[in-house]
């Protein structure tokens, strides 16, 4: 029997670390991809970042357009609505046997509920993880109630989601998909980099991805503004800055950006959307990495870049020693990025000091799919931890 197995793809960031999965689902004889695009994907303002997934040669089973294109709190409420209807014509219509969706946006949390509401057992990545600054927390959380199979990244995380209810036997630690990412990637040179996307690098270089966070401890665009400061104010420095996702607030974070960008003409680029493999490329050649994104503190660890967090976005994650974590001020940033920028402190950045295992996470997730009973309704029951256990 042949497991239709439907992927999940909302983002560029996510479409990046499900790649390898993606491909060994593509190469099983066992298994049968069902790929659902949707999300900033489907964006030109975003950088219709499904061309990437076309040049793949991924097959896409579905492209689901769900963002009207508004930023606030509301209108990405009645958005989530309406991909939750979507999610389920969608899935009816596919009709696969396990649905994997990875991480913790609402693009996700509507697919879960989709595939819950009809039924289908969810295989979640990412799960068990604490980022405290942003509204993620809560819906990766509420992700894993309502999935069947879990894949984390370290062993405590796989502890997290054990302690929220989930079966121990239906938990696994496989380590982080973004290894798997750098270790199937073939880097583009500086110089490609450099041509293909128009940005200046063999020079002290600070690749930016700043992301509007709704329970930061500060405003998105005062913290943004604190950090353009804080780049503005390091001599010789120059600046590539990476476009938002589509969250709450990210018209006002573009607003300051797009500013910044045009008042510093001869030290800033702006690149709306690398993809996959131009970014990190990008930031294997950058002399340090900025802002709040995940790959702060997850990617530029791995290939051994230092990076400075801003805010309270990753809060929860693990750090490295490579990531250098300020106070959210211009001069608290400043000051890390001088130190990030010191050749002895480059000399404690160690590609191999990761929590987040070996490359095969791929490989290791599909084979476990594809030996697990799914059942169809997927019931569970919550795990109680023995008491005096917390």
Same mark, same amino acid.
């Given at each position: ?5 439907? %992927? ?49 040669? %991924? ?30 014509? #969608?899935? #009816? ?87 798997? #990412? ?88 702006? %690149? ?32 051994? %870049? ?11 994650? =693990? ?10 001020? #211009? ?54 931890? =023995?008491?005096?256990?917390?």
């Amino acid at each position: 029997m042949t497991l239709r197995i439907c %992927v999940f793809t909302g983002t560029r960031a996510d479409y990046g670390l499900l790649r390898t999965l993606v491909r060994a689902v593509e190469e099983s004889d066992r298994a049968a991809l069902l790929l659902v695009v949707s999300g900033s994907h489907l964006s030109v303002e975003h950088g219709l970042t499904s061309r990437e997934i076309l040049q793949d040669g %991924v097959p896409i089973a579905a492209e689901i357009p769900i963002w009207s294109g508004g930023d606030t709190a509301l209108s990405a409420g009645v958005d989530l609505g309406a991909a939750v209807s979507r999610y389920t014509e #969608a899935l #009816a219509a596919l009709s696969p046997d396990v649905v994997v969706v990875l991480g913790d946006r609402l693009e996700a949390l509507a697919m879960a509920t989709a595939a819950t509401v009809l039924s289908l057992p969810i295989a979640h990545i990412h799960g068990g993880e604490v980022t405290e600054g942003a509204m993620d927390d809560a819906l990766r959380h509420a992700i894993t109630k309502l999935s069947y199979l879990h894949f984390t990244s370290t062993a405590g995380h796989r502890e997290r989601v054990i302690q929220l209810g989930e079966e121990p036997d239906r938990v696994f630690s496989l380590g982080s998909p973004a290894v798997d #990412a750098l270790d199937a990637v073939d880097l583009l040179s500086e110089e490609r980099v450099s041509a293909d996307f128009g940005v200046r690098l063999g020079r002290p270089t600070a690749l930016v991805t700043f992301h509007p966070a709704a329970m930061d401890a500060r405003d998105p665009v005062e913290l943004v503004g604190e950090m353009l400061a804080a780049l503005d104010s390091v001599a010789g420095l120059g600046v590539i800055i990476t476009g938002t996702n589509s969250d709450i607030g990210s018209a006002g974070v573009r607003d300051e950006i797009a500013r910044y960008v045009a008042e510093h003409a001869a030290t800033a680029d702006y %690149v709306e959307s690398f993809g996959n493999v131009g970014y990190l490329s990008a930031m294997a050649h950058s002399s340090v990495v900025v802002g709040n994104s995940s790959s702060v503190v997850l990617e530029a660890p791995l290939l051994g %870049v230092p990076s400075v967090l801003v805010g309270d976005r990753q809060k929860g994650r =693990p750090i490295a020693r490579s990531v250098l974590v300020p106070e959210p001020t #211009a001069e608290g940033i400043a000051g890390a990025l001088r130190t990030a920028l010191e050749p002895a402190f480059r000399e404690v950045v160690d590609r191999r000091e990761t929590p987040f295992g070996p490359p095969g996470f791929g490989r290791r997730a599909l084979e476990i799919i594809l030996s697990t009973t799914l059942p169809v309704p997927p019931r569970k029951r919550f795990w109680d931890l =023995p008491r005096g256990v917390e």
